[in-house]
């Protein structure tokens, strides 16, 4: 709101701030993210909101910050007076936009003056609005305090008041237009009738019910043309004690906004709870996980894919939840089964379950305890690219070998269906030997695939497997359940491999 104010976005001492990345991280894609955020951020584009959702936080006391944040939001007083804001900053920054557009100074100055109106009016509002409510969260009851002390700030009340001495002023102006001809006299008001009132008096009496209004109603254009800019040039001549105090005002009050405001802050939380109403209206949940950067131990109710979700619920389709637990020494969840049977979006779930939780943000499940990485990395299958001189074996190995060079034991790393472009043998052996990499490196992943010995490598790794209908096993339920892997997998693809 104003540059002394703290940002509701980072606590005190959290430098991410400083830190904001530019271009959406490399998982985005496989993850879906990327049409997640396209989707939060639509309509929104005068904010520059990407950058937040670019910009994982990396402390739980940070993440505790957000999210109390959002409960705060999400009382209906509080969104409401910040909704009320936001719509008066909008019309503030097109107001302000069409005076810096205006072709005459006149009325770049009254627009000018206009849109300074708007933003005393937001700021109020929002300060009066906010002191009737309970907030909660560090981060509301500070910049609410710090609003309060702007307000009564002797260089905003002088502000405000400024504000309102020039629109009275202008307010006040009258005048009086003789035209003859193609001549235009402008002369003060001297208490000349108005024709126009005891012309419309006159004829009133004759008035018997409803009639045809044949007036024509001229179009009214937002930028003056010459003869009006003429008569308002005119017009300043004649009241140079109040347009001279305009013009001063306009050069005092130039640099008003603050370019990094609480407006623009608040828009990445209201611009999520906007996108996740929808999947609420649906009856699915979201929830406040609990975060942790020391202990592995995870668990997810409920959980379920935001970009799939988003799809049928637009088709009118039923969104399957999944669960997952990983405890003591658990570390990889291998999960086979049979194609599209929902194994992909599983691992794009769990990403998008940790990303998310990482940005201090409610996550779509019923409950939800994860970890806190400090890199996430995934590894989905490419399509083979000549321009890189590379088959799409050694393709896969390059970018493998690139995430274990930069993967810590606090990463996070999620493998979908590699080396399927290689014998079962070598896949076997691959895929044992990267896993046995995961496990050396007490990372916490997911790794889809057909081959079911990598699920049973050690007491790291736990079993998944998408199921089908009993009755019609050519039914997928896209429920991925904890069990050792059967083997159907290897039938399925070898049938398909060999027709």
């Not at 309509?43 to 940070?62: I, K, V």
């Not at 003789?178 to 009133?204: L, M, N, Q, W």
Request: aromatic content about 10%.
């Amino acid at each position: 709101m104003t540059r002394s104010s703290q940002s509701i976005l980072f606590p005190p001492g959290d430098t991410t701030l400083h830190n904001l990345r530019s271009e959406e991280p490399p998982y985005f894609r496989d993850l879906n993210l990327d049409q997640v955020v396209t989707t939060i951020t639509a309509g929104r584009d005068e904010y520059d909101l990407r950058p937040f959702y670019y910009t994982p936080l990396h402390h739980p006391a940070s993440i505790q910050y957000r999210q109390a944040i959002v409960r705060d939001l999400q009382q209906l007083p509080v969104l409401t007076a910040v909704h009320a804001f936001a719509e008066k900053m909008r019309t503030m920054r097109d107001t302000l936009a069409r005076s810096q557009k205006a072709h005459y100074l006149p009325q770049r100055e009254r627009w000018f003056l206009d849109a300074t109106a708007i933003y005393c009016d937001a700021v109020i509002s929002l300060a009066n609005s906010l002191s009737q409510t309970d907030l909660q969260s560090s981060g509301f009851q500070t910049f609410q305090n710090r609003l309060q002390s702007y307000i009564r700030s002797k260089s905003f009340t002088e502000f405000h008041d400024e504000t309102n001495m020039r629109r009275e002023e202008l307010a006040s102006v009258r005048y009086t237009l003789h035209i003859r001809g193609g001549r235009v006299t402008v002369s003060p008001y001297e208490g000349e009738p108005d024709y126009s009132t005891e012309i419309e008096a006159i004829f009133a009496k004759f008035r018997r019910g409803a009639v045809k209004d044949y007036r024509v109603r001229l179009p009214e254009w937002p930028e003056m043309d010459h003869i009006e800019a003429r008569i308002v040039e005119l017009v300043s001549r004649l009241y140079p004690n109040v347009f001279m105090p305009l013009h001063d005002f306009c050069t005092k009050y130039r640099d008003f906004i603050d370019p990094l405001t609480f407006d623009r802050e608040v828009q990445f939380y209201v611009a999520y709870l906007d996108y996740i109403a929808r999947f609420q209206h649906a009856k699915l949940a979201f929830c406040y996980p609990e975060i942790s950067a020391e202990t592995k131990d995870i668990a997810v109710t409920d959980g379920f894919d935001l970009a799939l979700a988003q799809r049928l619920i637009a088709n009118g389709e039923p969104v399957v939840p999944n669960d997952f637990t990983l405890q003591g020494p658990e570390r990889i969840i291998v999960v086979t089964g049979p194609n599209q049977g929902g194994k992909t979006t599983f691992a794009r779930m769990f990403g998008q379950l940790h990303y998310l939780a990482a940005l201090g943000l409610p996550v779509p499940a019923t409950t939800a305890r994860l970890f806190l990485p400090d890199r996430l990395f995934t590894h989905f299958e490419r399509e083979e690219h000549i321009a890189n001189l590379r088959g799409k074996l050694e393709d896969e190995l390059t970018r493998i070998r690139a995430i274990f060079e930069h993967a810590t034991d606090r990463s996070i790393i999620i493998m979908n269906e590699s080396f399927g472009s290689t014998t079962l043998d070598d896949a076997i052996l691959l895929g044992t030997t990267v896993m046995s990499q995961l496990i050396a490196r007490d990372v916490i992943g997911v790794y889809v695939t057909f081959i079911d010995e990598l699920s049973a490598l050690g007491p790291e790794t736990v079993s998944m497997v998408s199921t089908v209908v009993p009755e019609n096993p050519a039914e997928r339920t896209f429920r991925i359940v904890r069990k050792p892997a059967d083997g159907l997998a290897y039938a399925a693809i070898l049938a398909e491999k060999y027709n």
